[in-house]
Structures are given as C-alpha cells and as structure tokens.
C-alpha cells in the first residue's frame, strides 16, 4: 500500500483530512464549547456582553473569539463582579482582531485592587467570627458581623446608602 500526498485544492491549499474550522460559531455550537446555556448567550448578547452577526435566515453566529469572551464573563461572575463592571472592561479589549493574551492579562488586572480588598475584608470578618459569634450580642451599633459598615450606630432600622442620604431619587438606578 503506497501513502498518498494530500489532495490540492482549488484555493492552491493542501487538504490535510480534517475540515477546516469555521470563522463563526451557532449559538448551539457555542453553548456546548462554553457548557452556557443558550438563554444565557442571548441575555449576555442584550447586555452587550458578547455579539453576533446575522444569517439571511437571522440565526446568530458568533466569531470563534467570542468563546473566551463566554469563559472569562462567567470566571469573573465567579469572583463576584457585577456584569456592568465585566461589560465596561470588555469595552477596553481591541476591536478588528482577536484579543492576545497579553489583551486577557491587562483586562484581568483591573479587578486585582478590589479583589485584594475583598480578601483583606473576608480574612477580617473570619478572624473575628469566633469572637463575635462566641459574645452572642449580634449588637447593630457594636458587632462588625451583623454591623460591617457602622450605620447601626445611627439608630434601630433600616438605614439608607449614603447618597440617598444626600437626597438622590432611592429609585433611581444604574440601568444595569
């Protein structure tokens, strides 16, 4: 048995067996690589998380580098970042080409600061647990567990934020 070269094609390539990749994803296909659920997809595609083109027949399709964009939403929902957060971070990765790692790592870093923070406030309220929990007062005005931003000194109750103490709309939101 002789071993046969690979076939040209007519684009002057070589046909090495396997199809090639396609430029763009289905919103199935991109749901099982992402383990997402398509509901999911189209909520982050109305969020502006993540964007697709359109077929004739108005099926999404998703370019390839949109994946990442899947992985690193749903890591960063992980770490407890807000999804208008993740999408203006997003906005700083470069349009016309597909993100490089080094894109990735930049993007990463801006939420190192308050993941530090949160660390700090969590190893905080985890050496003082014991203490608290053991005292048994639970005290809005004392205890740091039940109390962590000191409104509770400001009487019994709900309290509001500090900018509806300001006098801002409390109905007024972000939109996010």
């Known amino acids: 048995m002789t071993p046969t070269a690979p076939a040209a094609t007519t684009a002057g390539t070589l046909r090495t067996g396997s199809p090639p990749k396609p430029a763009h994803l289905t919103i199935g296909e991109l749901a099982a690589r992402s383990r997402v659920p398509t509901s999911t997809l189209r909520f982050y595609e109305r969020r502006g998380l993540i964007a697709s083109e359109r077929t004739l027949g108005n099926q999404r399709r998703y370019p390839r580098d949109v994946l990442r964009r899947v992985t690193f939403i749903r890591m960063s929902q992980q770490l ?5 957060e993740v999408r203006a971070v997003l906005g700083l990765l470069p349009e016309g080409r597909t993100p490089t790692a080094e ?17 700090d406030r969590l190893t905080e309220l985890r050496d003082r647990l014991e203490e608290c929990i053991g005292c048994g007062c639970m005290s809005f005005t004392g205890c740091l567990l039940a109390n962590p931003d000191g409104l509770g000194s400001d009487g019994a109750g ?19």
């Open 80 to 84: 407890g970042i807000p999804l208008s």
């Open 103 to 119: 894109d990735w790592a930049r993007i990463s870093r801006c939420w190192r600061k308050d993941l530090d923070a949160r660390l």
């Open 158 to 176: 709900p309290d509001r934020s500090e900018s509806e103490r300001a006098g801002s709309d409390p109905g007024e939101s972000d939109g996010a």
